[in-house]
């Protein structure tokens, strides 16, 4: 992969380009189908919808949970006959007239609203979710007392409560999320199908610090459901995405050290969403490429902070990280494969989109 990112790296014009590596998704994918053998795992695409990150995934996922209309509409037509969960806050009565394999309902209204469905009703719980980077308190989901309400008013028979559905929290260990697991599962009937969300923890100091999937699957299978289903979203996409961008220029303001780079987070909004550093490689013309991390240093750098082209001070990637930066020079923002381009503000300040490519590593 490295030789095709510097090959990229070689001819990058001024305009910014993402490289996603297929071939690294693939096997990413395959590690985690077989260590979650027995749980059911449905890709959260609002991860990353990019079609082709989608067929990669597809032969290793049991179906592909979606948030919205848009989103429905997108993966049923790249792959009919699939199943999706249709979850997501505030569904408007359109979405509701569409047929997902399950529907995550957040409210005893979207029910009254639903004609024929089934349905996992989403709980959410009040459990203390500790070192979570992102706590999913506030509207989504019922609390029990309203999931208790949907069971009872279910008058007519053509909506079926097959299970419930969480999703309370991101960034957590493995650990951690066998033992939210357990309290969600313990909120479910006898027989029901429980799906305990995503928020498999990604650690953008260190991306050779993966999730443990095989401690996650062993545990998830020790809770003995029927079916259990998981979520994933960031830590199946995340690592497979790379942005390169040139260094336009190297300027020291009021004493601070700035390198700005073609491109931005207009393209790249993940630092500015997760208040991180975004971990790079650099690449210089005609030398080598090798990962480095923010804050290590080769001794001789200095504290730079990378910014991009956009008129904000917001527009930063990583602050004050040692490097050795000089105009020409390509840097390569490493995971970048989840939560990057698909939510970031391309059209402010109208610079031109970033190119895509899409490496395989095969002929
Ligand atoms: C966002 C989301 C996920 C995926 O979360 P990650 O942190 O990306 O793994 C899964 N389920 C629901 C309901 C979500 O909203």
Redesign the pocket.
């Known amino acids: 992969m490295i030789a095709e990112l510097r090959e990229i790296a070689g001819r990058l014009g001024d305009v910014p380009a993402y490289v996603y590596d297929l071939a690294a998704l693939d096997a990413h994918a395959a590690r985690i189908r077989e260590a979650t053998r027995g749980i059911e795992v449905y890709y959260?695409v609002?991860?990353n919808p990019d079609p082709a990150i989608l067929r990669t995934l597809a032969p290793y996922v049991d179906g592909f949970?979606v948030?919205s209309g848009g989103e429905f509409d997108h993966v049923s037509a790249l792959f009919p006959g699939k199943r999706l969960a249709f979850?997501g806050p505030g569904k408007t009565a359109s979405d509701l007239t569409r047929k997902p394999y399950r529907f995550h309902v957040e409210s005893p209204r979207e029910l009254d609203l639903l004609e024929s469905a089934d349905v996992l009703l989403r709980v959410n719980l009040r459990t203390e979710v500790e070192g979570a980077a992102l706590a999913m308190s506030g509207p989504f989901g019922m609390d029990p007392a309203m999931v208790d309400e949907c069971r009872t008013r279910l008058g007519s028979g053509n909506i079926r409560v097959r299970g419930i559905h969480a999703?309370l929290a991101?960034g957590l260990d493995a650990p951690a999320l066998i033992s939210l697991a357990k309290t969600i599962a313990d909120h479910a009937h006898e027989g029901e199908e429980v799906c305990v969300?995503?928020?498999?923890a990604v650690d953008y100091t260190d991306p050779a610090n993966i999730f443990d999937w095989t401690t996650y699957g062993e545990g998830l299978r020790g809770l003995d459901r029927d079916i259990l289903r998981i979520?994933?979203?960031?830590?199946m996409t995340a690592y497979c995405g790379w942005y390169l961008t040139k260094v336009l220029d190297v300027k020291r303001v009021h004493g601070e050290l700035f390198a700005i780079l073609t491109g931005g987070t207009h393209h790249l909004r993940t630092p500015v969403t997760k208040g991180h550093d975004q971990p790079f490689t650099v690449f210089t013309p005609g030398g080598q490429g090798a990962l480095r991390r923010p804050g290590e240093g080769s001794g001789h750098d200095e504290e730079i902070t990378l910014v991009g082209q956009l008129c904000t001070p917001k527009d930063v990637f990583a602050r004050r990280v040692g490097a050795t930066l000089r105009p020409g020079d390509v840097v390569a923002f490493a995971m970048a494969g989840?939560y990057a381009y698909n939510i970031s503000h391309h059209d402010f300040l109208m610079h031109p989109k970033p190119e895509f490519h899409y490496v395989s590593g095969m002929p």
């Open positions: 959260a609002k991860a949970e948030s979850g999703h991101s969300g995503g928020g498999m979520e994933p979203g960031r830590a989840a």
